[in-house]
């Protein structure tokens, strides 16, 4: 089978697991293509008549990986206020101000106890970014 067609075929399939089950491959986050690959999740299924799909779809994934580059913490995005919707980087270069208005408040990803670390560490990088700016 040629690659077009190939490639054709794995943008049609869905994901079946996940938090992003029912959604396109073409679709994916690209964070979320780099878990599936790192930890080659759609593999799992042994059966010599899987092998083949596999290995196009393990072939597509990589090539949307090509231009791929990890998010930092100043790539998250803000869920509330005025610049909602907005990136923490962008703001940094709007309004150090707001940067430190939430920090203050501790307004940041959640309350949740789950994502005390990625606050922590969102709370560093925004820290880091400030004194750089001083």
């Known amino acids: 089978m040629s690659s077009k067609k190939i490639k054709n075929k794995c943008e049609t399939l869905y994901i079946?697991?996940?938090k992003h089950k029912g959604t396109l491959l073409k679709d994916l986050d690209l964070d979320y293509v780099?878990?599936?690959v790192d930890?080659?999740?759609y593999l799992k299924n042994e059966n010599e008549k899987y092998k083949e799909i596999n290995e196009e779809i393990h072939n597509y994934l990589l090539d949307r990986l090509q231009n791929y580059k990890p998010k930092t913490y100043g790539d998250y995005v803000l869920k509330f206020g005025k610049y909602k919707d907005m990136s923490y980087?962008?703001?940094l270069?709007?309004?150090c101000d707001y940067i430190r208005y939430i920090l203050?408040?501790?307004i940041l990803i959640s309350d949740d106890e789950r994502y005390k670390d990625k606050n922590n560490k969102l709370i560093d990088f925004l820290k880091q970014q400030l004194q750089k700016k001083e």
Do not use: A, M, P, R
């Open 89 to 91: 980087n962008e703001v």
């Open 16 to 18: 079946l697991f996940g």
């Open 104 to 106: 203050d408040k501790n």
């Open 93 to 95: 270069k709007i309004d």
């Open 39 to 41: 930890n080659n999740i």
């Open 34 to 36: 780099k878990y599936v």
